[in-house]
């Protein structure tokens, strides 16, 4: 199941991007553009989430403005390096707070803040780095993470599903912690099947030096699309006794789904400033029992 797109989220979704098509060229194409996103909208089943648009909506941008399909690469790139020169500095992090995993959760959490599409033109790496400064002060529900430790000690699978590029280093160091304290615990990580918004590919795994089983969703949809998943993630999914779903998308897709699933975001839409009832970039840990 997901969270279908209701008339909120399509006006978001038309806003944001027709927003950025302007700043692509003329009025003209503007108008061109917004006329072919209202005809994909209206061709959509209607029990989809809003992530479902995410590889129509690109292929638009790339026949009328000729945009890379992989149009994020830039803010990709720069996002992998920025973690990667503070990679030590987070370890020593995590591995000196007094529950390393814990710390580890609250440093992947704030690496959600890594989105250039939802969060469109408010990414800021100076900000993230102030943010970073009081990262183990985050506040997070303490029955779930209870319920992630005890699902961690008992579990064999963990099915890891990550967001964005920049973010999977910190989720890198959330899952060295946890592999540290349960190293019996077999983790998979998966990412999108190719270029999907500023999402985490198989290419950012590598350039983040992800340790751990590495696979794809087999498409282009943000978030994990259950219906269009390939077999081997499908499988990883069907299989993992805890899962990790790091991420809105993750969450749109997933949410009251039959998995057991600990969703870890912040909160960056109206949808769900009004479902959980929190500011934008509040901190997320939510369980979802199977």
Not at 67 to 85: I, M, Q
Not at 157 to 184: M, S, V
Not at 185 to 207: M, Q, Y
Request: proline share 4%; charged share 25%; glycine share 6%.
């Amino acid at each position: 199941m997901s969270i279908a797109i209701d008339a909120q989220c399509l006006l978001c979704h038309f806003q944001r991007n027709v927003t950025t098509a302007r700043s692509c060229g003329t009025e003209e194409q503007a108008m061109e553009f917004a006329r072919e996103l209202m005809k994909i909208y209206l061709s959509a089943p209607s029990h989809v989430s809003s992530t479902w648009f995410g590889p129509a909506t690109n292929e638009l941008f790339h026949k009328i403005y000729g945009l890379d399909h992989d149009r994020f690469r830039a803010e990709k790139e720069a996002s992998n390096a920025f973690v990667l020169s503070r990679m030590d500095d987070l370890r020593r992090t995590a591995e000196t707070a007094p529950d390393p995993v814990l710390a580890g959760l609250q440093l992947a959490i704030l690496g959600n803040y890594i989105d250039f599409s939802a969060l469109q033109g408010e990414v800021s790496f100076e900000k993230l780095e102030d943010m970073l400064q009081k990262a183990l002060e985050m506040e997070l529900d303490k029955d779930a993470y209870a319920g992630l430790l005890d699902d961690l000690a008992k579990g064999q699978k963990l099915l890891y599903l990550t967001d964005n590029a920049g973010e999977i280093g910190f989720d890198r160091i959330f899952a060295e912690q946890i592999h540290r304290r349960y190293p019996h615990l077999g983790i998979t990580f998966c990412v999108r099947g190719g270029p999907t918004l500023n999402d985490a590919t198989r290419e950012d795994a590598a350039a983040v030096g992800i340790p751990f089983r590495v696979i794809d969703n087999g498409n282009l949809v943000a978030g994990t699309q259950l219906d269009l998943l390939s077999e081997e993630a499908k499988n990883a999914l069907d299989t993992a006794d805890v899962i990790i779903a790091k991420g809105q998308a993750n969450a749109e897709t997933l949410l009251d789904s039959p998995y057991n699933i600990y969703f870890a975001f912040m909160v960056k839409c109206p949808r769900f400033i009004q479902r959980f009832d929190k500011p934008k970039l509040t901190p997320m840990l939510v369980r979802q029992h199977n």
